[in-house]
Nanobody, 123 residues
Framework: QVVLRESGGGSVPAGGSLRLSCTAS????????MGWFRRIPGKGRAGVAS???????NYTDSVKGRFTISKDNNKNTLYLQMSSLTLEDTALYTC?????????????????WGRGTQVAVSL
């Protein structure tokens, strides 16, 4: 079993920054793909960023240059550094994992999910 727990969400003014964290426990290794997803009110869940075992990253177009995904294997923790936040970034952010070491941008392949942390961007 894999347990993922997110933290770091909150309210932030437009243009601000926020860092999300996701701590993993259970039967998960550093070779797994990990990713961040978000669910915007009224829309489905969408992939935001992913990172593979070698540290290669992938981002959806709308966050490129603003968001950075990273991980600390020693702490079993995944991060999402978000900057230049806009109203459109308001969403429930969830981390996810899947037992594959490449092709982490295959958003439909993820098997394990956290409960999410809410991010609200305001004017």
């Amino acid at each position: 079993q894999v347990v993922l727990r997110e933290s770091g969400g909150g309210s932030v003014p437009a243009g601000g920054s926020l860092r999300l964290s996701c701590t993993a426990s259970g039967a998960i290794t550093s070779s797994w793909c990990m990713g961040w997803f978000r669910r915007i009110p009224g829309k489905g869940r969408a992939g935001v960023a992913s990172i593979d075992s070698a540290g290669h990253t992938n981002y959806t177009d709308s966050v490129k240059g603003r968001f950075t995904i990273s991980k600390d294997n020693n702490k079993n923790t995944l991060y999402l550094q978000m900057s230049s936040l806009t109203l459109e970034d308001t969403a429930l952010y969830t981390c996810a994992a899947v037992s594959r070491f490449m092709g982490c941008e295959a958003w439909n392949s993820y098997k394990f999910w956290g409960r999410g942390t809410q991010v609200a961007v305001s004017l």
